[in-house]
């Protein structure tokens, strides 16, 4: 979620989120609407599996008080914090709300307009989520992956001749590209395990753990001065990384 990060904490956050990532806030309020009808009018199985755990998450993972609690002990990463708001049933909610309030309601022309009424107001609130779908396009780049992050793949797979190539990244977002890029390499944890690269005894001793094939870093990174004395030459380069062998 480019620009926003948990780490603001707060409502400031959650709001941003829902605007960028929710429907609209009719849709929104619908479902709030349909989850106090649930505990008003639903059955105790209803309420069970969809409300009250729906105000668990909401008074505890989605509570910004308890935000960064979560953040701090690593229960859940700052910039995917948005993801979670995904985990709560909107659609089963408002059907299952619509349905308990309809059943309150004698059968006929009463049950018959809370319908009618609630496929109208759901059937407007859509429209921005059907126009949005059909914006969506397939983009160029299938993989979406940095161009500099294929180039050294590329070369680690189709130049140097090794099988599944144990490969270390000190880049966190060229670890995750990598995995979707490309299932031919197999990505270490070397820069994952809080080892201080400015620490050249605990880097070394990493180094003697994992013994990845190649590794990849940022030109001015402290790594960068310190493979070459641990037995890794330098091979390939991009304008901003630079390849090291494993001898």
Same mark, same amino acid.
């Given at each position: 979620?480019?620009?926003?990060?948990?780490?603001?904490?707060?409502?400031?956050?959650?709001?941003?989120?829902?605007?960028?990532?929710?429907?609209?806030?009719?849709?929104?309020?619908?479902?709030?609407?349909?989850?106090? &009808?649930?505990?008003?009018?639903?059955?105790?199985?209803?309420?069970?599996?969809?409300?009250?755990?729906?105000?668990?998450?909401?008074?505890?993972?989605?509570?910004?008080?308890?935000?960064?609690?979560?953040?701090?002990?690593?229960?859940?990463?700052?910039?995917?914090?948005?993801? $979670? &708001?995904? &985990?709560?049933?909107?659609?089963?909610?408002?059907?299952?709300?619509?349905?308990?309030?309809?059943?309150?309601?004698?059968?006929? $022309?009463?049950?018959?307009?809370?319908?009618?009424? @609630?496929?109208?107001? $759901?059937?407007?609130?859509?429209?921005?989520?059907?126009?949005?779908?059909? @914006?969506?396009?397939?983009?160029?780049?299938?993989?979406?992956?940095?161009?500099?992050?294929?180039?050294?793949?590329?070369?680690?797979? !189709?130049?140097?001749?090794? !099988?599944?190539?144990?490969?270390?990244?000190?880049?966190?977002?060229?670890?995750?590209?990598?995995?979707?890029?490309?299932?031919?390499?197999?990505? @270490?944890?070397?820069?994952? !395990?809080?080892?201080? %690269?400015?620490?050249?005894?605990?880097?070394?001793? @990493? $180094? %003697?753990?994992?013994?990845? /094939?190649?590794?990849?870093?940022?030109?001015?990174?402290?790594?960068?001065?310190?493979?070459?004395?641990?037995?890794?030459?330098?091979?390939?380069?991009? /304008? !901003?990384?630079?390849?090291?062998?494993?001898?």
């Amino acid at each position: 979620m480019t620009g926003y990060s948990a780490y603001e904490s707060g409502f400031s956050f959650l709001q941003k989120t829902v605007r960028l990532y929710e429907e609209p806030g009719v849709f929104l309020l619908i479902a709030a609407c349909a989850l106090i &009808l649930t505990i008003m009018f639903g059955m105790q199985s209803g309420r069970l599996f969809l409300a009250f755990p729906t105000i668990f998450f909401l008074m505890t993972v989605l509570n910004p008080f308890v935000l960064p609690v979560f953040i701090r002990n690593g229960s859940v990463s700052g910039e995917e914090y948005y993801r $979670l &708001l995904w &985990l709560i049933p909107y659609g089963l909610i408002i059907a299952y709300g619509i349905i308990s309030l309809a059943y309150r309601m004698k059968k006929g $022309l009463p049950r018959n307009l809370v319908y009618a009424a @609630s496929l109208l107001l $759901l059937a407007v609130t859509a429209v921005p989520s059907v126009k949005s779908m059909a @914006s969506v396009r397939p983009p160029a780049d299938i993989f979406m992956t940095d161009e500099q992050l294929q180039m050294v793949c590329n070369y680690i797979i !189709d130049e140097t001749g090794y !099988d599944d190539p144990m490969v270390a990244f000190d880049d966190a977002e060229f670890r995750l590209g990598a995995r979707e890029y490309s299932a031919a390499l197999k990505i @270490s944890h070397l820069f994952e !395990d809080g080892r201080d %690269t400015q620490d050249t005894a605990s880097f070394s001793r @990493s $180094l %003697t753990i994992w013994r990845p /094939d190649f590794i990849v870093v940022r030109k001015e990174s402290d790594a960068a001065g310190l493979l070459e004395g641990e037995g890794y030459p330098a091979v390939a380069y991009t /304008d !901003d990384y630079l390849v090291y062998v494993r001898k």
